[in-house]
């Protein structure tokens, strides 16, 4: 069974920076490609950062570059989300999710890719 659980979120005042972690269980970290997904209230879901399960390639939505920066340990089946300089519009719940994948280097931007996601934690930056 496919696991997946986000930790690291909190309050945060701008300027600062949190460290999200995705803990994954279930399956072998280095055949899965992983994305982080935001919704703040009365928003769509926004696409954040994605990285290949190799963790050679990565992809941001222009608003984090920069700022934000994804990175892996498939020994401990963990993916990270960075985030520095945080703005009060980086406000939401982020969530990640995961994908089975046959390429080293494929990311996945769209939600619809995803085949499993953590429940989410909330991030709140205060200006």
């Known amino acids: 069974q496919v696991q997946l659980v986000e930790s690291g979120g909190g309050l945060v005042q701008a300027g600062g920076s949190l460290r999200l972690s995705c803990q994954a269980s279930g399956y072998t970290s280095s055949t899965y490609a992983v994305g982080w997904f935001r919704q703040a209230p009365g928003k769509e879901r926004e696409f954040v950062a994605a990285?290949?399960?190799?963790?050679?390639?990565?992809n941001y939505v222009d608003s984090v570059k920069g700022r934000f920066t994804i990175s892996r340990d498939n020994a401990k089946n963990t993916v990270y989300l960075q985030m520095n300089s945080l703005k009060p519009e980086d406000t939401a719940v982020y969530s990640c999710?995961?994908?089975?994948?046959?390429?080293?280097?494929?990311?996945?931007?769209?939600?619809?890719?995803?085949?499993?996601w953590g429940q989410g934690t909330q991030v709140t930056v205060s200006s």
């Open positions: 999710a995961a994908v089975y994948s046959v390429g080293s280097y494929y990311v996945y931007t769209a939600g619809n890719d995803y085949y499993f």
């Open positions: 990285i290949s399960r190799s963790g050679d390639s990565t």
